[in-house]
């Protein structure tokens, strides 16, 4: 392909584009890894126990955060942390979500692989924030 | 393996995506500089060159043995990548064709009220 090309090119227009990806959207959002992640979300906002759970795992966190930033945590410290940690993580309202999130990852890796196939740029990355 | 994870509906719609984006302009006009810096001998001898150099450097660096004249040399072959006309137009198109599959993404994710591209990403690849 030559820029002389272009010009003979049927190129997507912006409303193309914005009508795939919105049917892009609504078809991911019917599907049932979308509907589970958004109903064990719910699940876990209603979940008193759960919200306890976390707020007590935030909450040392937060107790321990001087210390955590210099990765100077004493054995002691780390298994009361890890305890907090794992408490919540045993909640069954967290271990559901968690579940249907990776289940929804693992849709949306699928569909970001095969829209890198065609855009020729990884797609994930290019749109996520925070890399490395 | 694909196939097995997204549903019908799901291929149809990731495929007319896939078809509108990649021939959308910016990522047309990537490609097309892509194929014209993949022609260009001077261009590619000139990123081979940089890779080596630059490989070369970091050896040299962990064993302590960097001198100036190294690295005058490393920044005189990056000044001279930068201002070679064919990589400076395939970066620039590279960087137009990213921001805009940003922008698609953030279509998508307002959509959806989660981030897709968060969502997407493998842990470790950058």
């Not at chain 2, 970066?91 to 064709?97: I, L, M, V």
């Amino acid at each position: 392909m030559s820029i002389d090309t272009l010009s003979h090119l049927e190129l997507s227009s912006p409303a193309v584009v914005s009508q795939a990806a919105h049917d892009f959207a609504a078809v991911l959002a019917a599907t049932e890894p979308f509907t589970a992640l958004e109903a064990a979300s719910e699940r876990l906002r209603q979940d008193a126990a759960a919200q306890h759970a976390m707020q007590a795992y935030q909450a040392k966190q937060q107790s321990l955060q001087a210390v955590l930033m210099l990765n100077a945590l004493s054995a002691g410290e780390q298994a009361e942390l890890e305890h907090f940690r794992e408490t919540f993580l045993a909640e069954p309202s967290v271990t559901a979500y968690l579940q249907a999130e990776a289940g929804l990852r693992t849709m949306c890796q699928a569909a970001a692989d095969r829209l890198s196939e065609h855009v020729g740029l990884n797609f994930a990355s290019a749109c996520s924030s925070g890399c490395c | 393996m694909e196939d097995l994870i997204l549903t019908p509906d799901m291929v149809t719609a990731t495929e007319s995506l896939g078809v509108a984006l990649r021939l959308a302009e910016p990522v047309v006009l990537y490609h097309l500089a892509r194929e014209t810096l993949e022609a260009s001998p001077e261009a590619t001898a000139l990123l081979k060159c940089l890779s080596e150099t630059q490989a070369a450097v970091r050896t040299r660096q962990t064993r302590g043995e960097v001198t100036p004249e190294d690295m005058a040399r490393l920044r005189a072959l990056q000044r001279k990548v930068q201002s070679n006309p064919v990589i400076r137009q395939y970066a620039q198109t590279q960087q137009a064709a990213l921001g805009y599959l940003r922008e698609v993404n953030r279509e998508i994710s307002e959509l959806l009220g989660m981030d897709f591209g968060a969502l997407a990403k493998k842990p470790g690849c950058c």
